[in-house]
């Protein structure tokens, strides 16, 4: 599934290149996770400003209105001059004159969705409830520490929840929370102030790292495929039960959270 560094790293695949394009027209395959909200023709004559990213959704700004895209589970973006005709996993295309972005998508989790304007109710829908965006300002250390006490949830519960923090999905909050020496179970509103803020750079690191090596693959890019940059990332706990920890050797352990597998090291990871 494309986390937030392979959104982000498919933005920049492609964003330079359509900004200031004119749409010349679009087309659908077969429906996604929900409607586009506009016939596909009305969007022609649309200029793109800039290509945006807010959690996993990239918002294509046009000079009026905008295109929310997200990937889903399966869904890659390419952008390129010239395009075969549409296969039977491409449920999206926007032409303009600088070239074709398009949507390939087997399992069809993505969508597509026209905002009218900055207040239509579906951004609301879609973003409103995200947290705060980890690679922006934003995300400051005097509210991450503030969401943190006001939880009752565990550390790696409330992470990946999304509603403090958005894009820290399972891999990247099991990497940060060895890199600060935080057990995944640990009840967030307990961890110290050091810790807390080891955390929040952890985080930051953890996803910027991911970036930066999808990003070292994007000059081989033809298209705007992010698929590449995911598990570049070389991980110190995800996905190592058993195996020696890079810092202290002790095997790494493995716990059920919710649904998912934490995995973290007994010894760094101590409380
Ligand atoms: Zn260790």
Redesign the pocket.
């Known amino acids: 599934m494309p986390e937030l560094p392979e959104v982000e790293v498919t933005r920049r695949s492609f964003s330079g290149r359509i900004s200031g394009a004119a749409v010349l027209g679009a087309a659908l395959g077969k429906p996604l996770r929900w409607p586009l909200g506009c016939e596909p023709g009305s969007l022609a004559g649309r200029r793109v400003a800039d290509v945006e990213r807010r959690g996993k959704y990239l918002l294509l700004h046009m000079d009026q209105g905008l295109l929310l895209l997200h990937l889903g589970m399966s869904g890659s973006l390419s952008f390129s001059t010239e395009l075969p005709a549409m296969g039977p996993h491409d449920h999206f295309d926007l032409h303009t004159d600088r070239g074709h972005l398009r949507l390939h998508d087997p399992r069809r989790f993505g969508a597509v969705v026209w905002a009218p304007d900055h207040g239509a109710p579906v951004l609301h829908k879609l973003l409103g409830h995200l947290g705060m965006e980890p690679l922006s300002p934003a995300f400051s250390l005097a509210r991450f520490a503030a969401g943190l006490k006001a939880s009752r949830s565990s550390i790696k519960q409330l992470l990946l929840s999304g509603r403090l923090v958005v894009g820290v999905g399972n891999i990247y909050a099991s990497e940060a929370l060895f890199r600060a020496g935080i057990r995944p179970t640990a009840l967030a509103h307990r961890i110290g102030p050091v810790r807390v803020a080891r955390l929040h750079a952890a985080i930051g690191a953890v996803l910027e790292q991911a970036v930066s090596l999808g990003g070292s693959t994007l000059r081989d890019f033809q298209s705007a495929d992010g698929s590449a940059g995911h598990f570049q990332l070389s991980a110190n706990v995800y996905g190592r039960a058993g195996a020696p920890?890079h810092?202290?050797s002790?095997p790494i352990k493995m716990l059920r959270q919710g649904q998912r597998s934490s995995f973290y090291?007994p010894?760094?990871q101590r409380s």
């Open positions: 920890c810092t202290c002790a090291c010894v760094c």
